[in-house]
């Protein structure tokens, strides 16, 4: 039902920064969990950031300082903040919601609450040059 669709993406040199968005337009929805996760070719979907209602948040160890996210109150759109960005964060970004009845099979623990991502974005691309 609800698609969310990521923005931001680009093409940055090593230290710079990016900002990546996501919702779902033409939705009214709300959510628990909201995240982002990242994946490279050959490599398993790697969860990067989340936000737990509460304003609980969650951050892989390798992003942590330089990334960081935002909801708005609903926890219907979500933002990542990525500074001091290098090559090895390059990669497709997905935002993710834990939508009610989606299912899934990604989860992230945010301060003791098991979120279950379900709904997706399509993607948007992260390239970070040397």
């Known amino acids: 039902q609800v698609h969310l669709v990521e923005s931001g993406g680009g093409s940055v040199q090593a230290g710079g920064s990016l900002r990546l968005s996501c919702g779902a337009p033409?939705?009214?929805?709300?959510?628990?969990?909201m995240a982002w996760f990242r994946q490279v070719p050959g490599k398993e979907r790697e969860g990067v950031a989340a936000?737990?209602?509460?304003?609980?948040?969650y951050y892989a160890d390798s992003v942590k300082g330089r990334f960081t996210i935002s909801t708005d109150s609903t926890l219907s759109t979500v933002s990542l903040q990525m500074n001091s960005l290098r090559p090895e964060d390059s990669a497709m970004y997905y935002c993710?919601?834990?939508?009610?009845?989606?299912?899934?099979?990604?989860?992230?623990?945010?301060?003791?609450?098991?979120?279950?991502?379900?709904?997706w974005g399509q993607g948007t691309q992260v390239t970070v040059s040397s």
């Open positions: 993710a919601a834990d939508l009610e009845g989606y299912g899934g099979n990604h989860y992230i623990s945010v301060d003791g609450r098991r979120c279950r991502f379900g709904a």
């Open positions: 936000f737990a209602a509460g304003g609980s948040t």
């Open positions: 033409g939705y009214t929805y709300s959510s628990n969990c």
